[in-house]
């Protein structure tokens, strides 16, 4: 067993064992930060398959800023547990069930992947361009379409958030879409027509008397 194979197997039983910590811890603190442990292996672990793009974005995008943003929240709202506890223990075989599909789904999907005997070999003048580079040119070429459709998808649940959150409050100022289409020129624009007025310049100031008697 080489050095590469070793740390795969310790990163997945670190992997492993923080996931299913995540969701028995009893403090929620203590489970966002085994959450951010599981992140930090996983992308271990992709380091070690040489995709450096997805460790790298992975550390700073879920570790450096959602995560962090989710443990600020989680101190800051001081959840109590105990009641969302009470029917873990009801609930949890219906939960296996449903994570037992699931995994079954997700293996079926990716068991394509890992029949591959060999590697796919690129160029050399591919090899120069580095995974982050060859990832971008796929990404905005072959998948130019699915990556459009996910932005826009993006872009509805930021603004279903927004409207969902500001509906029914006195102190919202949301607008109604249909009265800005009805809109029309004359309502937000008037044009008025004024005389110009041209002030008159103001006199000289008269020079001061004791001024002239000192001269």
């Given at each position: ?74 101190m ?18 219906l ?90 020129k004359?309502?937000?624009l ?25 001269a």
């Open positions: 067993m080489d050095t590469t194979t070793a740390l795969f197997y310790v990163f997945s039983a670190v992997l492993l064992l923080a996931s299913f910590r995540v969701i028995t811890a009893r403090s929620t603190v203590h489970s966002a930060l085994f959450l951010i442990l599981a992140f930090f292996t996983a992308s271990c672990i992709w380091m070690l398959l040489k995709a450096e793009f997805l460790a790298i974005t992975l550390v700073l995008v879920y570790i450096g800023a959602v995560m962090v943003l989710f443990l600020f929240v989680v800051m709202l001081d959840i109590n547990t105990d009641s969302i506890r009470q029917g873990f223990w009801k609930h949890l075989p939960a296996g069930i449903v994570g037992a599909l699931i995994a079954l789904e997700m293996a079926a999907i990716l068991m394509g992947g890992f029949r591959l005997t060999e590697a796919p070999t690129l160029s050399a003048a591919a090899q120069k361009l580095g995974n982050t580079k060859l990832l971008g040119i796929d990404l905005y070429t072959n998948y130019l379409y699915p990556l459009q459709i996910a932005a826009v998808l993006l872009l509805v649940g930021i603004i279903a958030a927004i409207a969902l959150t500001l509906r029914k409050r006195k102190d919202s100022r949301a607008m109604n879409p249909a009265d800005q289409v009805k809109v029309k004359g309502d937000r008037k044009i008025i027509k004024m005389k110009s007025v041209v002030e008159a310049p103001d006199a000289p100031a008269a020079p001061d008397a004791s001024n002239k008697g000192a």
